[in-house]
């Protein structure tokens, strides 16, 4: 007979892994925000979930990136993390799709849920995934790493960091969002992905499909791509995303979000997603307005202890 306390130790030294969506172009950036520095030592924001993240029990660090950002990371990257962390890039690119149904027109990637897919060859272990270009704090990556250490990594027993819609807008622009709808259990049962939303007069609004504008509440909980899953979602998330693109050739502007395959696996009812709250100010960049808020953010943690004042 199998003993559960053993098995369950067995699971917990398994270090997780972190994902990292690192492919956009930042257009309306200006730039690509995911190496602009936010300190005088030359700091990016994905050099702090990193450091979140190593201190919370990751293991591994995948970066997923373009082809062309190629140098730009390993120079930035690969010597911070010597014996520290296992390093891999992966490519997320138009054309990583079978030739039938790839489109000349089409001019970027195929979106979030594309860009965890890429990664599927060198992720054995379960693992989180996060947008570059988001700060999202200590306390969620250690919920999360406690969370990836407590499952089976055959199982469908995925999770997600939560936050509040109002500590996440751009006081500069839209922002993308989904909006979760929790069980009493804590569980998610209802995902919609939001392309469109944004601050108007201390109020908050979301974009419909014909673009009217509707009233969304701040308090509404929403994901931040910050996700934990087992190895399975690759085999779901795969198959899904075949479908995908086969449907939509000649849709340029469609995209194969994480929240599509979320969704999907909720109602397959083959998966759980527990949501793990956090009630922490986000804060990112989106436009290049939003940096000074950002360094200012990153100095009164750093005037806190929270973080030394050289990371690496």
């Known amino acids: 007979m199998t003993n559960p306390i053993k098995n369950m130790q067995a699971i917990s030294d398994i270090k997780p892994t972190l994902l990292i969506l690192a492919a956009g172009k930042g257009s309306r950036y200006g730039g690509l925000k995911q190496l602009d520095v936010f300190t005088s030592e030359g700091s990016t924001i994905m050099d702090f979930s990193i450091y979140d993240a190593l201190q919370a029990g990751f293991g591994k660090i995948v970066f997923i990136i373009r082809k062309s950002f190629e140098n730009e990371f390993k120079e930035n990257f690969n010597k911070k993390f010597i014996g520290k962390a296992e390093v891999a890039y992966v490519f997320q690119e138009i054309d990583d799709i079978p030739n039938e149904y790839q489109n000349s027109k089409r001019t970027k990637p195929w979106g ?75 569980y998610l049962t209802e995902l919609t992905e939001f392309t469109h939303i944004e601050k108007v007069n201390g109020n908050f609004f979301r974009k419909d499909e014909d673009g009217n504008f509707i009233s969304i509440s701040g308090d509404t909980v929403v994901s931040m791509n910050f996700w934990g899953f087992t190895p399975k979602c690759f085999e779901f998330g795969n198959a899904l995303f075949k479908e995908f693109y086969v449907k939509n050739k000649n849709n340029l502007k469609a995209e194969f979000f994480i929240t599509l395959i979320v969704s999907e696996m909720i109602k397959s009812k083959k998966a759980s997603v527990k949501v793990l709250n956090s009630t922490a100010k986000w804060f990112g960049v989106t436009y290049k307005e939003d940096k000074k808020i950002v360094q200012k953010e990153i100095e009164l943690l750093r005037k806190q202890k929270i973080y030394p004042s050289k990371l690496w």
């Open 112 to 186: 979030t849920g594309h860009a965890m897919m890429t990664a599927k060859d060198v992720v054995n272990e379960n693992f989180a995934i996060i947008n570059a270009d988001d700060f999202y704090g200590k306390e969620a990556f250690e919920m999360m790493a406690k969370k990836l250490r407590e499952t089976n990594k055959d199982s469908y027993d995925f999770s997600t960091m939560a936050y509040l819609l109002k500590n996440t807008v751009s006081d500069h622009g839209f922002v993308s969002r989904g909006e979760c709808q929790v069980n009493r259990d804590g």
